[in-house]
């Protein structure tokens, strides 16, 4: 069965440094989404991306963050400067067009020394 | 603003009695909401959903949940539990209409299955 997949499984980094998370979303799927969640807290929606721009965005996802599709199987979340409020476990998600349901994949934990 | 609402952080339960996992929502339009499960190390695990149709919609391993808009909840249910049903269950719902079609999730109910 088609997954979505995270690289890497855990990151850390140091506060101030720019971190990129990697995911391959479900080969035919066309709407992608970043979420996270804070240790303890709700998974919060952070991005929705199709036809290679941003749907929607929430508070959180200010001018730190930028997503991209580089190619035409990855779908990547940068952070430009850590902060160490960005410690979280940082899921994507994809949906396909003839689906409302969107798929996750494993998580990237992020660890922001 | 769209809100989900899981009212308890843990369940117990023993094995082989029923078991149910509260969630209200309060979404503009016509919502259409999730069941997600998640085990240690996991990612979220899809389990069912209601969109639009009959207001029970069955699912994975067993599952249903009951959409009901005059109380606006989609409580999630099984018959009769397993000790691997023990995990970290996550309510979540969307507005149809809504651009991107984000979900806003629950706080999540950790569900113990107890032999």
């Known amino acids: 069965e088609p997954e979505v997949t995270q690289t890497p499984s855990h990151q850390v980094t140091q506060m101030g440094q720019e971190v990129i998370l990697r995911c391959v979303p479900i080969?035919?799927?066309?709407?992608f989404y970043w979420y996270r969640q804070i240790l303890g807290q709700k998974v919060e929606f952070l991005v929705s991306?199709?036809?290679?721009?941003?749907?929607?965005k929430s508070e959180i996802f200010d001018d730190q963050f930028s997503v991209e599709r580089p190619d035409g199987s990855n779908f990547t979340l940068k952070i430009r400067s850590t902060k160490l409020e960005d410690s979280a476990m940082y899921f994507c998600a994809s949906k396909g067009t003839s689906t409302d349901t969107q798929y996750f994949g494993p998580g990237t934990r992020l660890t922001v020394l | 603003a769209q809100s989900v609402a899981q009212p308890e952080d843990q369940v117990n339960v023993a094995e082989g009695n029923p078991l149910t996992v509260k969630c209200t929502y309060s979404?503009?339009?016509?919502?259409?909401l999730f069941w997600y499960v998640q085990y240690p190390n996991r990612g979220l695990q899809f389990l069912l959903k209601y969109i639009t149709g009959d207001n029970l919609v069955k699912g994975s391993y067993g599952f249903e949940a009951e959409f009901n808009k005059s109380q606006t909840s989609f409580h999630l249910k099984k018959p009769s539990a397993l000790v691997s049903d023990s995990a970290l269950y996550f309510c979540a719902g969307g507005s149809i209409k809504a651009a991107g079609n984000k979900l806003t999730f629950g706080g999540g109910t950790r569900v113990l299955v107890k032999p």
């Open positions: 080969s035919n799927h066309l709407y």
């Open positions: 991306f199709y036809n290679n721009e941003i749907s929607e």
């Open positions: 979404v503009s339009g016509n919502p259409y």
